[in-house]
């Protein structure tokens, strides 16, 4: 297989790299136009600030490289924000895959006297999961987060979380798939996902 991962400033790569390895796949790390588009899949992932990614993304190129991409594609943490239109952080506008927007956690989403501490830290269920993503992943699994932006809840969410509300965990449209959660950091569950993807 010929797996792909974007090359840019927001990375996470590294953990990605020994995830695919645990799974014995190789995947090559790369800005260049030609690799990506002769990827059979693609990897974007991203840790830090969506203004500076995007930033990176445009600088290189690679905004209008990854809306071109026509096999599946799968955006990691900040790089599923980025499949989105809009985020909040920093006021930016995103690639625009997803009609639907990254919002801040307000610390008082339960209650004033019961507030939650963003960012969020750590494990939590995943459910109302659909697509071939989730094949033999049980309803309600744990997965690994760490983020203070959430995707809103859209039409193309195919897996939710709850921290105070319900938010978009997963996502898909056409060949762009998503997850907030880290697959490299949600064990055996985040390798299945992973093993799935490339099973696409």
């Not at 690639?95 to 956690?105: E, N, Y």
Request: proline content about 4%.
């Amino acid at each position: 297989m010929n797996l792909a991962i974007v090359k840019y400033n927001a990375g996470n790569i590294q953990s990605v790299l020994f995830a695919l390895e645990r799974l014995g796949v190789d995947a090559k790390v790369t800005d260049d136009q030609d690799e990506l588009f002769a990827a059979d899949k693609v990897i974007f992932p991203g840790v830090g600030a969506a203004r500076s990614a995007m930033d990176s993304l445009k600088e290189k190129g690679l905004d209008a490289i990854i809306k071109q991409l026509k096999q599946p594609v799968l955006g990691i943490c900040v790089g599923m924000q980025l499949l989105f239109e809009h985020s909040e952080e920093s006021d930016t506008e995103c690639l625009g895959i997803i009609p639907a927007k990254v919002k801040l956690f307000q610390s008082e989403i339960v209650s004033p006297d019961i507030p939650i501490k963003v960012p969020q830290i750590g494990w939590n269920n995943l459910y109302n999961l659909k697509t071939t993503l989730f094949k033999n992943v049980p309803e309600q699994s744990y997965v690994y987060y760490v983020h203070s932006y959430y995707a809103e809840m859209n039409p193309f969410c195919i897996g939710t979380s709850n921290y105070g509300i319900d938010y978009c965990g997963a996502v898909q449209k056409d060949n762009f798939y998503g997850v907030q959660f880290h697959t490299e950091k949600s064990a055996k569950v985040g390798e299945l996902i992973l093993s799935n993807f490339l099973s696409l």
